[in-house]
C-alpha cells in the first residue's frame, strides 16, 4: 500500500486557506499559486519550504477511523485535501495539479492543535505521514476543486 512507484493519478477534491488573522479555515472552489508567495489568501503566504501542505482523504480517513470519531478534513489544517495517494517518504517527489508543480520538502507534522482537536489525533497521523506533506511552489498558476493531481517520484 505504502511505497515508491511510477507516476499516480489522483482528483483534488478541496482547497482550503487560513487567513491571517483568522483561525478557522476557509473553504474555496479556486484558487492561486505562485512561486514568490504560495497560496494566496493563506496564512503561510510567502515564499519557502512549507507554502502549501497537502494531505489524502484515505489518510485522514484512516487516521479518523483509528479515533473513532469523523471530523472534518479542515480539522488538520492543511491546504488540499486530494483523494487516494501515497505521499509516504516522497521528499523531493512533484506533484503536478493542472500546470501547477509542487515539490514535496517534508512530512507536515502533526502539531498539539490535533490534540486539543480530539484525543488520539496526533499519535493517528503519525505513522505513514497520514497528516500530509509540506510542499514549496516550483510553477504558480490558478487551479480549481476537480482537477487531475499527479505524482511525479523523485528520481
Not at 508543480?101 to 503519525?126: H, I, Q, W
Request: hydrophobic residues 40%.
Amino acid at each position: 500500500m505504502y511505497g515508491k512507484g511510477a507516476s499516480l493519478v489522483a482528483r483534488l477534491l478541496a482547497i482550503a486557506v487560513r487567513p491571517p488573522g483568522i483561525e478557522t479555515m476557509q473553504l474555496l472552489v479556486s484558487a492561486k499559486m505562485t512561486p514568490e508567495s504560495g497560496l494566496h489568501g493563506d496564512k503561510r503566504s510567502r515564499s519557502g519550504r512549507r507554502q502549501v501542505t497537502v494531505m489524502t482523504q484515505s489518510d485522514w480517513q484512516r487516521a479518523c477511523e483509528e479515533v473513532g470519531v469523523e471530523l472534518a478534513w479542515t480539522t488538520r489544517r492543511a491546504n488540499l485535501l486530494i483523494d487516494e495517494l501515497i505521499l509516504y517518504e516522497s521528499t523531493g517527489a512533484l506533484i503536478q495539479i493542472g500546470s501547477i508543480l509542487l515539490e514535496v520538502t517534508g512530512e507536515s507534522d502533526p502539531c498539539a492543535k490535533m490534540e486539543a482537536s480530539c484525543s488520539g489525533l496526533f499519535r493517528a497521523l503519525k505513522p505513514y505521514w497520514r497528516g500530509g506533506v509540506t510542499c514549496k511552489v516550483i510553477k504558480g498558476g490558478n487551479f480549481r476543486c476537480g482537477d487531475s493531481v499527479i505524482l511525479k517520484p523523485k528520481i
